[in-house]
């Protein structure tokens, strides 16, 4: 059935795609020569500086680029581009007709997602490899990224800038304060940097920007050139030293506490510009304490370990800087080769990065002591070894659009070690974009008995276009393959992925509200090369992006999936929304039933049903409340007995008194594993790595005191608190 409806659909696509266009319009590039001013810009969001009244560098339409490309966006934007002897600035004037719909808020660093902003796109050595991202929402609030040469973008790491914005009667203006000594870049005369500016109108959902970012190019393609006349070297030194205490109490019966956790830990991190391009690092003894909570996640019924986001600050830039081409998140196998949260309990690191002339490269050392951890009941054969990490990374970029690289991957522990070696390119020839990566391993186990190796590769092939866009790439782990560094799902398969869609752009003024309809389908097929057993995957799909913010999604999907080496086929059903219906609204949701796999010694095909609902309430810049609800089930087919439901409710309510302070409060419900999670934290940001936080945890439990002993409740019982904890950390950041 499935192999009939794909190529058909595809068909039918190709010929209503004749009926709709994109509407590509032309864009006056030219290069830009950025005003010196002899007196620093002081930054208010009001533009008053007299080099500000020169001619805006940028005075152009800005076109879309997502989520569809090629239309004008009808808000004019002007930039102006401006430097003095130790400081970038950019300033932004966002028309808008309809400034009362303008959505900004107050909020903390990296959250200005849901509102209107304007930001710069910014090469700053020339390596056409990886660059900055600064975004700043009316209010002056920021978001600053790493960018790599595909475009894609990582906002854990964070930089010391300034900013301010305000909302005026015909728009708003924004203006940042980049120091130089806290970015890489190349000092001398007539410095060259590469430049690219965007800007995002939430009511409108549409993101675009100058010039014109056309699709299936790398940002560094569609870039101009900035020059400054002179650029005077920078010396960075940063000193971090930081402190943390944290105690934790268990409940030991109804009336009594005792403390199970007291620790105060002094540690220290540096970094030193050893050139302006060129950056050393360290850090003894890191705090690491986790102060942000991970995104939430249902842990029931995986098969997959876990994948988290990096949030300690040494290693923000890390797993970004040392990925690989044909490599990524979402449908990958592999996601990162350096996946630094292998890294648990790190006594100590080191990293060297740099960025000189079309070369980058990246080294990281690092202690774990995780591995040689005492266990609390066995003994652990390794007690008191430490774990050794060794990576390095190199990326060599002939053109924006083509680079190869390599990369060497090490981690030593006790008698063992697992050493991997490999390689990868990238190409880009007008809309068709080739990747490929090659990796080795060899392995000696920690006893320094069994020794094995094996080998992975991918290759990818993608072309995008206005109208249609396509993927296909194609995975080989060895069974043998073993990587400890990286995040990856399994080895031992083959797995070739493939998606083809359409991006039709209603014309008419009674489809304005519709910005893109994207009919698509996707596949994979995996083959187990152990046990010759395939599993495949493939849906038909629609996707269609509109105004305030709105998406829709509906797919059907059909898969077979070997688990415990039976073969299981199912069907499902997926659909989702969202939309930021008022400025202080937003809902979303997804609902998908059908099939889906048991993994147990004895898997079935059950009958599977998940729903979730979010909304996101804002009734002023300041306040924020999130609510969530989440619902899962499973029954079995035969005598539909419940293989297990899941109610998770999960309140989240933020009140953020100013760029700086902030009060945040969580709740969470789990019906599954019955518990009752609280977590409150207040959080004080004068600049990242200045900082003070102060957090209260605690964790309810449907327990019941028994026979002198804490057991399970058979039914719903009373809810106690059997565990809760403080926290207290305070860093403060040293430039000198």
């Not at 549409?206 to 101009?224: H, K, L, R």
């Not at 960025?355 to 266990?375: I, M, Q, S």
């Not at 489809?511 to 009919?519: D, E, K």
């Amino acid at each position: 059935m499935t192999k009939k409806i794909i190529p058909l659909l595809i068909v039918i696509l190709m010929f209503v795609s004749c009926v709709y266009s994109a509407g590509k319009k032309d864009q006056k590039i030219h290069d830009i020569t950025a005003y010196f001013t002899e007196t620093p810009i002081q930054i208010d969001g009001k533009l008053s500086e007299a080099v500000w009244q020169n001619t805006p560098s940028v005075d152009d339409i800005f076109i879309s680029w997502e989520p569809a490309f090629g239309s004008i966006m009808k808000q004019k934007t002007r930039v102006w581009v401006a430097y003095d002897n130790d400081n970038l600035y950019f300033a932004f004037y966002a028309y808008d007709d309809e400034p009362e719909k303008i959505k900004t808020s107050i909020g903390k660093h990296d959250d200005i997602g849901a509102d209107d902003w304007v930001a710069v796109l910014v090469d700053t050595t020339g390596s056409k490899q990886f660059g900055y991202a600064f975004f700043c929402n009316p209010s002056g609030i920021q978001t600053d990224m790493l960018m790599n040469s595909q475009g894609n973008t990582d906002s854990n790491p964070d930089w010391v800038w300034y900013s301010a914005g305000g909302v005026v009667e015909d728009g708003y203006i924004a203006e940042m304060h980049i120091p130089l000594k806290n970015i890489k870049y190349t000092s001398g005369e007539n410095v060259e940097m590469n430049v690219l500016f965007a800007r995002f109108i939430g009511r409108e959902n549409i993101q675009g920007g100058w010039p014109i970012f056309e699709p299936g190019e790398s940002p560094y393609q569609a870039m101009t050139k900035i020059t400054y006349k002179k650029l005077n070297g920078q010396t960075q030194i940063e000193i971090l030293p930081s402190i943390t205490y944290g105690v934790i109490y268990d409940r030991e019966s109804p009336d009594d506490w005792v403390k199970d956790t007291d620790q105060f830990e002094v540690g220290v991190s540096g970094k030193i510009g050893l050139t302006s391009t060129i950056t050393a690092e360290f850090t003894i003894n890191p705090d690491f304490s986790q102060v942000e909570s991970d995104s939430f996640q249902v842990l029931v019924n995986q098969r997959y370990p876990v994948f988290y986001a990096e949030k300690r600050p040494f290693f923000m830039e890390s797993n970004y800087r040392f990925s690989m081409a044909a490599m990524g998140s979402g449908d990958y196998n592999m996601y990162y080769p350096l996946y630094t949260r292998n890294i648990v309990d790190p006594e100590w690191g080191m990293k060297l990065s740099g960025e000189t002339g079309n070369l980058t490269f990246d080294v990281l050392l690092a202690g774990d002591n995780w591995p040689g951890r005492k266990y609390d009941d066995e003994i652990n054969p390794y007690a008191g070894d430490t774990a050794l990490y060794a990576v390095g990374r190199m990326k060599y970029s002939f053109s924006p659009s083509f680079y190869i690289g390599g990369i060497v991957a090490d981690r030593e522990f006790a008698d063992g070690y697992n050493r991997v070696f490999g390689g990868d390119v990238q190409l880009l020839i007008g809309s068709h974009t080739f990747m490929s990566n090659y990796l080795y391993s060899e392995t000696t186990d920690e006893d320094g008995l069994t020794d094995t190796n094996g080998s992975a590769w991918g290759v990818e092939y993608s072309f995008q276009s206005p109208i249609f866009s396509s993927e296909i790439f194609w995975e080989h782990l060895d069974p043998e393959f073993r990587m400890d560094t990286a995040y990856y799902k399994r080895i031992g398969m083959d797995k070739v992925t493939a998606y083809a869609g359409f991006n039709l752009v209603p014309q008419g003024e009674n489809w304005s509200w519709i910005q893109r309809i994207n009919p698509f389908v996707f596949g994979y097929y995996l083959q187990d090369i152990d046990n010759n057993e395939d599993d495949y995957f493939y849906l038909v799909g629609l996707r269609i992006n509109m105004s305030n913010q709105g998406y829709f999604r509906i797919d059907y999907r059909f898969f077979r999936e070997y688990w415990e080496h039976i073969a299981l086929d199912g069907e499902q059903m997926y659909i989702n929304g969202s939309a930021q219906f008022t400025k202080w609204l937003y809902i979303y949701t997804h609902f998908y039933f059908g099939e889906d796999t048991y993994y147990d010694s004895n898997p079935i095909m059950g009958d599977f049903l998940s729903f979730n609902l979010e909304f996101n309430i804002q009734p002023n810049e300041k306040f924020t409340q999130n609510f969530d609800y989440t619902y899962q089930k499973m029954n079995n087919p035969v005598d539909d007995s419940l293989l297990y439901d899941i109610n998770i409710l999960r309140s989240w309510t933020t009140y953020q008194f100013d760029e700086h302070l902030f009060f945040r409060a969580i709740v969470q419900y789990d019906s599954y594993r019955e518990r009752v999670l609280t977590d409150l934290l207040a959080s004080y940001t004068l600049t990242p790595g200045t900082v003070v936080h102060l957090g209260y945890g605690s964790l309810h439990l449907n327990k019941t005191w028994k026979n002198d002993q804490w057991v399970t409740a058979d039914e719903l019982a009373e809810y106690y608190q059997m565990t809760q904890s403080f926290f207290f950390k305070a860093s403060y950041l040293f430039q000198l």
